[in-house]
């Protein structure tokens, strides 16, 4: 069975600064590997997703993520963080094998001060 | 705004009772997924629907069902409820039925509590 795991509960980081969310999936293949943000109150966003071809991927707010098979990491990162960024930041995973079910990280979330 | 709704936003019950959640997909979506996000089961995938059809179950308790109408809208029924049911409940939608292979699109949510 995939599973997804996020070292980081919570991140702080100063506005303007970058940022790197880790996540680490386990499953026997390349799956479908994605990252969504929730703002409080709010549903879940996709900010970008990942199924093959080029290892880094572009989303969107200015998000990008790198998939490193030998790592089976698909870290997300932004180079400047603004304080709309504020927010609980979920990476999923997903296989044909298991039915295209939608796995989720216990999410991170990110606090931006002033 | 992802264009799916839910309804109701909030949802106060108390134990052995039953509620229903209400989902209404995107317009030209075909697939309804349901989510639940507690504080200790995180976000969990509960059951997928395609056109009408269930599709994939996931973690979704005996006491929890789910249904996709002809109009496309879904209702997920939760009955006998126990305190840990207490959960925020996400509908989301897709155009395909290839769940993760798909854009999923995710409502507000409906947040229950037990008491």
């Known amino acids: 069975a995939q599973s997804v795991t996020q070292p980081d509960i919570h991140i702080t980081v100063s506005e303007g600064a970058s940022l790197e969310l880790r996540c680490n999936y386990s499953?026997?293949?390349?799956?479908?590997l994605f990252w969504y943000v929730q703002s409080p109150g709010q549903g879940l966003q996709l900010l970008l997703k990942y199924f093959s071809g080029d290892t880094l991927v572009q989303g969107i707010k200015g998000f990008e993520a790198e998939f490193k098979r030998s790592q089976s990491s698909f870290n997300l990162r932004k180079p400047s963080v603004h304080w709309s960024d504020a927010a609980e930041y979920f990476c999923a995973v997903g296989a044909p094998s298991n039915d295209y079910k939608l796995s989720f990280g216990a999410g991170t979330t990110v606090t931006v001060r002033a | 705004d992802s264009g799916v709704t839910q309804t109701p936003k909030h949802l106060i019950t108390a134990t052995g009772q039953r509620v229903t959640l209400r989902c209404s997909p995107r317009s030209g979506d075909l697939s309804v997924y349901w989510y639940q996000q507690s504080l200790d089961q995180g976000l969990q995938f509960l059951i997928h629907y395609y056109n009408g059809e269930e599709r994939a179950k996931g973690n979704i308790l005996e006491r929890f069902s789910a249904q996709q109408f002809p109009d496309l809208h879904s209702e997920l029924n939760l009955s006998s409820l126990e305190l840990g049911d207490s959960a925020l409940y996400f509908c989301?939608?897709?155009?395909?039925?290839?769940?993760?292979?798909?854009?999923?699109?995710f409502g507000p949510g409906t947040r229950l509590t037990v008491l």
């Open positions: 499953y026997g293949a390349t799956p479908y």
């Open positions: 989301a939608s897709s155009v395909g039925g290839q769940g993760a292979g798909d854009t999923q699109y």
